[in-house]
């Protein structure tokens, strides 16, 4: 059978995948099944400010990054830089001090043109900004942000100008969850990337996370609700990715109709990006189920991914694979 990235390449697409620390344990089955299956990469963690800047202002680890993409490109895969500023995994050195505006902003320019220069040329796309916009409301979120409680929305712009400045060759996305599902939230990413647009911030594309489950609140969207989402932001220009795919279920004890109904929210997520021109890749986060970050996050949920942790397929990867043609 095709792997999924063949399936993928013939109908225009890329298929994904984010590597964290069993990419970087150098297992051999598992980083040959990466390769085998997955045309684009993306760093589950080591490309956060935190993990690459934790030891101070203008000290980089690049060893594990550089890793990534040293393997990226022997193995033919393209490469989504993730993130250059979110409110989550940054280091004390920044957020465990008081600065001015002017210097929060030379900061984050700082921060975009250390790591974005030091990829110049290596990135497919990068998530300049990730997660600004709380949930429910969609409005600016300022708990934990060291940005917007000083700089406002002006955070986003500065990060993304400076972010073509220094590399003009890669896209420049808006990445966020919960975007799947018609609301103010959506409303509100929306309204943001219009603004932008209207003020000449450069931006080319949305990451639509998409950590979905079967059952409550992020029941997956059906295939024809998120063409329609789709397809509203491929409306303003942008193109779509599907950054960071999961489907949870309950566990243990998930019944077959769950494990049925998530192979089916695979499937249909496929298909939407599929449906819609502007949909250019998909991106599972993680590749087995037990290193998937549902485990701790939500516990009670998992069995999140493609692969068991035997790297043996599961139904979801049967999903998927037959969404894409094979
Ligand atoms: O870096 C330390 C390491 O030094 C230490 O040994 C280890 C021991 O616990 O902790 C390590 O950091 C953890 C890191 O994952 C690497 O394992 C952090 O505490 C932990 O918070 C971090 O969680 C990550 C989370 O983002 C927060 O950054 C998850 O692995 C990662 O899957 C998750 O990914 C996010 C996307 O970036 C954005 N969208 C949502 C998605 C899921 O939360």
Request: glycine fraction near 10%; aromatic fraction near 10%; include cysteine.
């Amino acid at each position: 059978a095709s792997p999924l990235r063949e399936l993928a390449a013939a109908k225009g697409r890329s298929f994904g995948v984010a590597l964290d620390a069993k990419f970087f344990a150098n297992d051999a089955a598992y980083n040959a099944l990466v390769a085998r299956e997955f045309d684009m990469v993306v760093a589950g963690n080591v490309m956060k400010w935190e993990p690459l800047n934790r030891n101070g202002r203008f000290t980089y680890r690049w060893a594990n990054p550089d890793a990534l993409v040293a393997f990226a490109q022997t193995n033919g895969m393209k490469v989504r830089g993730h993130t250059l500023a979110w409110h989550q995994q940054n280091p004390t050195w920044l957020t465990g001090a008081t600065w001015s505006a002017d210097t929060l902003r030379q900061l984050l320019k700082e921060h975009v043109d250390s790591v974005v220069g030091h990829y110049k040329g290596k990135i497919h796309a990068w998530d300049v900004v990730n997660e600004a916009l709380n949930d429910g409301s969609g409005s600016l979120r300022t708990t934990g942000s060291p940005w917007a409680p000083a700089l406002g929305r002006d955070y986003i712009d500065v990060a993304f100008t400076e972010a073509r400045r220094v590399d003009p060759g890669a896209l420049l996305f808006y990445n966020d969850y919960n975007l799947e599902f018609p609301g103010a939230k959506q409303d509100s990413a929306f309204a943001l990337i219009q603004g932008m647009k209207a003020r000449n911030v450069p931006i080319d594309g949305i990451g639509f996370q998409a950590h979905l489950q079967v059952g409550g609140g992020a029941t997956a969207p059906s295939r024809q609700a998120l063409v329609n989402t789709f397809n509203r932001f491929a409306a303003l220009g942008l193109k779509i990715e599907i950054t960071e795919l999961d489907v949870r279920v309950r566990t243990p004890g998930a019944t077959a109709a769950d494990l049925a109904a998530q192979a089916q929210a695979y499937g249909d997520v496929v298909a939407a990006c599929l449906a819609v021109s502007a949909c250019d890749a998909i991106l599972v986060w993680g590749v087995n189920d037990g290193e998937s970050w549902i485990n701790t996050t939500f516990p009670g949920w998992g069995q999140a991914l493609l692969f068991d942790d035997a790297l043996g397929t599961k139904a979801t990867y049967t999903a998927v694979r037959t969404a894409l043609g094979g």
